[in-house]
């Protein structure tokens, strides 16, 4: 980088060459690759004891006794804690978020029931293994997906098993069903899927002069802050959270336990403790995509114009509900995708089991449901002997125009059109039919097209709001507080490109800070696609206020000269929030209902082409290559988008072919990276990104989010590419060689011995 | 983890008298993935006796001498090649970082029905080299298998070098649920001669893995499997239905399990005929 020194020299306007735009490596990333940045769970301190955690081996039971004596006698032990230690026993204020430590009753295989803390790990653990719980067992729900005969016979809740429900019509689904002339139906089932986030739940926390402090990873500090000080009964003040560095998070950070965990046991010990969950204990008691059974039905007409979009799906959010209502909220937003039609319906239900308790994952319920919709849209265009791309093309929305389901308009950014055109553009689609005559032997090759959309932000009526602090210093160095938070994408680097354009000043004069609620201002949670665009709005009008400063001051004056002045007259600080646009207007959701329905203003989208072969002896598939063209608005760091839409598709690849968490009833059966399998660097093809050109006017410089869409589209690219070449739709992930292979055997007319 | 004592061994004889009272460990990659506290309480590592020999040799009788206790890095990077199904195997074994320390004396005393690199060890007729304090001893490698996890291996017991018959035409073939660290839902390995130049086979050799409790000959397929036109192969993707006992696990069904390996033995023709071409996707 050839940036000159500025501190001497003439502040004019925007650097010749603007940072936004330009592909800027993350500030850690040579410490990230080399192994040297230390993370959250590598803290150490003098003093410090270790904890580790006693989990239920039961689906549901209940807790008849907990007899820790054994344990707390046990040398080295320093404490062990259970639920009657914890001050206000919730995570959370709604009792359906579960208890910190299970007291009465567990649901799950894996809850937490006791804490220990000890003078070194093994001790730790070793006394974690000497707790002795009498369990009384209790029936087991098995789940709406795999058992919804029994969602009403065993009730997990006072209220039963149904922890939400959404429903919303517009026309009249049920005439434009009965005289289609073609409905396309398809009944598909999701499963659970992993973060697999590459550092485990874990960190530090101390306990100092009434206050706590706690180094863990968090894609909401803010939350993490009040439920800690919810369940300790202190005071949100003196909690803090710093949640960085941390490797990955996809969505499991979101109400991750541990942060809660740590702060009680550096309170009840007054030691700095430690916490670091193994693989294992992740993969069994961490958080879940939750699992879905959906039936789609489409109808077209011979032209290939739609005429309704019907969904119903039931989703599987564990024993507990924490983000499950909102999850499915967002399905049926994005049930009806980027098309428009004058019918569309949506009934969906979250219901409770004992199954893994399921939260937040990137693409949050919207893969789900667009796997089916993608499919039957596949489906019907080979019915109708259409080209995919051409029969989404005729039924797109338009920018400007209005929600199928809900009737609010999608915003001027909205580049459906060109996205999906960039894919279809691409030799993978248009060069097809040449690809699938290459086959050779059993390996039959086909290619698919899928396309998704994924509002940015929390939706209309939910008061989101991302906020950034800016302080001067005499020197000319800018300091920059804001949120969200990274949890492994370096948003800071990202905010740092706004800045510096926005000031007309080099990168290296600016430092931003993340994740720090101390310093940080609440600015929600690092989820719904909304960092760059929320926090980066935030960061740009902070820094608009400076800029405003700097030019009263007098253009092409020193910059230190200037800041000098600023820090004398008391002006060296700024403040500025950017609250999330809400929708133009509601359309057909009623006003006061609009934060249950919570629609979006702004929408991303992704179009992704997949070539690949089967084999139709084994039903192996392998991949031999992804196209992703995604509609960012303006990439503020194109390297970094890229770097999302690779990570988003090999995530959706998981989602399509490996990745299945599996529970038999209420036990875990895949409980660690050896049989919970996700794709290798030798599964993952080749991947190419287009960034769609595109402008979102409200977003930062033109920006706006794209890591969840990303993952949508993977799975019903794939699951149409395997139509292509074998004549068989898969509609059960993850579609492995067995249930492909099965699927084949049927088609084939094979009767299953 | 109290009490362990790692001895490296750095001569056979030393190896021969510490593995009489300590187990022996080469790569140590199976011995990880089992967990460290459940190993027994006194190993004795091989890895060093790997530089002492080459680790592929060829025979006065033709045989290839393969050692059992050089990473699988150093086998296929030898200047002797090893039998295409070996070859294949070690391709498909795991990751290059766990090649870089596993050896097939490792993957033997393992005793899994889904060893990758058992299969291509039978269709090569291999002689395992075993060395104890009590001598040595050459065992037919079908001899050494058991069950799952079993062995006919002594207590101080360990594995030396493997001699491969040569054979002329001969590969494996892997279905796992992923392209690398996964293990085999079903493995096929073959070897053959052709005594003309059509497709008529002779001295047909297959062995079929996680199928059975060991690692399988299949010699009704071979038997059925007199050239590789259509209705033999046919017929031997039939009989090797009577050569197999597979089980339902975590990763398939029985079921899945006969199917896919019918579909191995279908893959045949199309694997030999793209033979010394690309064999990327086979």
Redesign the interface.
């Known amino acids: 980088m050839t940036t000159p020194d500025t501190t001497h020299a003439a502040r004019t306007s925007t650097p010749a060459v603007p940072m936004v735009g330009r592909s800027v490596p993350a500030d850690d990333a040579g410490a990230i690759v080399s192994g040297a940045l230390s993370y959250v769970t590598d803290r150490r301190a003098s003093g410090m004891v270790w904890a580790a955690v006693h989990r239920s081996v039961h689906p549901h039971a209940h807790l008849r006794s907990v007899d820790t004596s054994r344990a707390v006698a046990e040398s080295g032990v320093i404490a062990v804690l259970t639920g009657v230690d914890v001050p206000n026993n919730h995570l959370g204020s709604d009792p359906a978020n579960g208890p910190v430590l299970a007291d009465q009753v567990v649901r799950q295989v894996g809850e937490a029931i006791a804490l220990v803390a000890a003078v070194d790990e093994a001790t730790a653990r070793r006394a974690a293994a000497l707790i002795q719980v009498e369990y009384e067992p209790l029936p087991v729900v098995s789940g709406p997906v795999t058992a919804p005969d029994e969602v009403a016979s065993v009730s997990l809740h006072p209220g039963g098993n149904v922890a939400g429900t959404i429903g919303f019509r517009s026309g009249d689904v049920d005439a434009a069903l009965g005289t289609a002339e073609l409905v396309v139906e398809m009944d598909t089932v999701t499963s659970a899927q992993e973060h697999v986030a590459i550092e485990t739940p874990g960190g530090m926390a101390e306990w100092d002069l009434g206050k706590v402090t706690i180094w863990c990873g968090s894609q909401n500090p803010g939350l993490h802050r009040r439920l800690v000080a919810h369940a300790l009964g202190l005071d949100a003040d003196d909690v803090r959270l710093i949640s960085n560095p941390v490797g990955g998070a996809f969505g499991s950070r979101n109400d991750d336990p541990v942060p809660v965990y740590l702060a009680l046991l550096a309170w009840h010990t007054r030691r700095p403790v430690h916490l670091h969950l193994s693989r294992e204990e992740t993969t069994v008691a961490g958080p879940k995509r939750h699992p879905y059974r959906t039936r789609v039905r489409i109808a077209v007409d011979g032209a290939g114009m739609l005429s309704a979009i019907d969904s119903r799906a039931i989703a599987d959010t564990g024993p507990y509900v924490t983000s499950g209502r909102y999850v499915l909220k967002t399905s049926a937003e994005m049930s009806v995708g980027p098309y428009a039609t004058p019918n569309a319906r949506f009934d969906g239900t979250v219901a409770y089991s004992n199954n893994a308790n399921a939260g937040a994952f990137r693409g949050f319920g919207v893969p789900q449901v667009a796997f089916g919709l993608e499919l039957a849209m596949s489906r019907a265009a080979e019915r109708l002997r259409l080209d995919p791309a051409e029969l989404r093309r005729r039924n797109l929305l338009r920018a400007g125009g209005r929600h199928s389901l809900y009737g609010h308009p999608v915003g001027h950014g909205f580049r459906a059109v060109e996205t999906l055109d960039a894919a279809a553009e691409h030799p993978f689609w248009r060069e097809r039919e040449a690809w699938a005559a290459g086959s050779v032997g059993p390996w039959r090759r086909g290619t698919g097209i899928a396309l998704a959309i994924k509002g940015v932000g929390m939706g209309s009526g939910r008061g989101d709001i991302a906020r950034a602090r800016l302080i001067v210093a005499t020197d000319g160095q800018i300091n920059i507080w804001a949120g969200p938070n990274h949890t492994g994408q370096a948003i800071e680097t990202s905010y740092r490109q706004v800045a510096a354009d926005v000031l007309g000043l080099p990168a290296d004069r600016i430092r931003v800070h993340v994740g720090d609620t101390e310093l940080v201002p609440e600015s929600g949670a690092t989820a719904a696609s909304r960092s760059m665009y929320a926090g980066g709005a935030a960061v740009e009008r902070v820094c608009a206020q400076l800029r405003a400063a700097l030019d009263e001051a007098g253009a092409g004056r020193p910059l230190q000269e200037v800041a000098a002045e600023l820090v004398a007259a008391g002006r060296a600080e700024y403040e500025a929030e950017f609250p999330l646009p809400d929708v133009a207007d509601p359309g057909r959701i009623p006003p006061e209902a609009l934060a249950e329905y919570a629609p979006h203003a702004v929408y991303g989208c992704s179009a992704q082409v997949v070539r690949l072969e089967v084999n139709r002896l084994t039903g192996e598939v392998r991949l031999h290559g992804v196209v992703c063209a995604v509609d960012a608005g303006v990439a503020i760091n194109p390297g970094a988008t890229i770097g999302q839409a690779e990570g988003g598709v090999a995530q959706g690849i998981g989602f399509a072919l490996f990745e299945e968490y599996r529970v038999h009833e209420g036990r875990p059966v895949t409980t660690g990276l050896e049989n919970y399998l996700v794709p290798t660097a030798v599964d993952t093809p080749p991947i190419e990104t287009i960034l769609v050109p595109g402008y979102e006017g409200t977003g930062p410089f033109g920006a706006k989010g794209m890591s969840e869409v990303v993952v949508v589209p993977t799975a019903p690219a794939i699951a149409a590419a395997i139509g292509a070449a074998t004549g068989v739709w898969p509609q059960h992930l993850p579609v492995t060689p067995e249930r492909l292979w099965t699927a084949l055997r049927a088609a084939d007319g094979v009767v299953a011995a | 983890?109290s009490g362990r004592i790692l001895l490296s061994a750095a001569t056979e004889s030393a190896a021969d008298r510490l593995c009489a009272t300590a187990r022996p460990v080469a790569g140590g990659t199976d011995l990880l993935?089992h967990g460290l506290d459940a190993a027994p309480v006194n190993l004795v590592d091989l890895s060093r006796l790997a530089g002492r020999r080459r680790p592929v040799s060829r025979l006065p009788n033709g045989s290839i001498r393969v050692s059992a206790t050089a990473p699988l890095s150093v086998i296929t990077s030898a200047d002797v090649p090893v039998p295409a199904a070996l070859a294949d195997a070690i391709a498909e074994f795991a990751?290059p970082q766990i090649r870089n320390r596993a050896t097939i004396g490792g993957n033997i005393a393992n005793g899994s029905p889904a060893a990758d690199l058992v299969p291509p060890l039978v269709v090569c007729d291999a002689i395992v080299g075993v060395r104890g304090s009590g001598g040595r001893r050459d065992v037919p490698i079908g001899d050494l298998l058991v069950g799952p996890g079993r062995t006919t291996l002594a207590p101080g017991e360990w594995i030396e070098y493997v001699d491969l018959a040569p054979v002329h035409h001969s590969g494996f073939r892997k279905?796992g649920?992923?392209?690398?660290?996964?293990i085999a839902?079903v493995s096929l390995a073959w070897s053959w001669t052709r005594p003309g130049s059509g497709p008529e086979l002779a001295d047909v050799r297959l062995a079929a893995g996680a199928v059975a409790p060991t690692v399988v000959r299949c010699t009704r397929a071979e038997a059925a499997l007199r050239s590789l036109r259509p209705d033999d192969v046919g017929a031997a993707a039939r009989a090797i239905q009577d050569d197999i006992t597979p089980i339902d696990d975590?990763?398939?069904?029985a079921?899945?399990r006969a199917?896919?390996l019918?579909?191995?033995v279908?893959?045949l023709p199309?694997v030999a005929a793209h033979r010394g071409g690309k064999t990327e996707?086979l």
Request: aromatic share 8%; charged share 20%.
């Open positions: 983890m993935v990751s279905l649920y992923r392209r690398a660290l996964a839902v975590l990763r398939a069904s079921h899945y199917g896919a019918a579909g191995l279908c893959e199309m996707r």
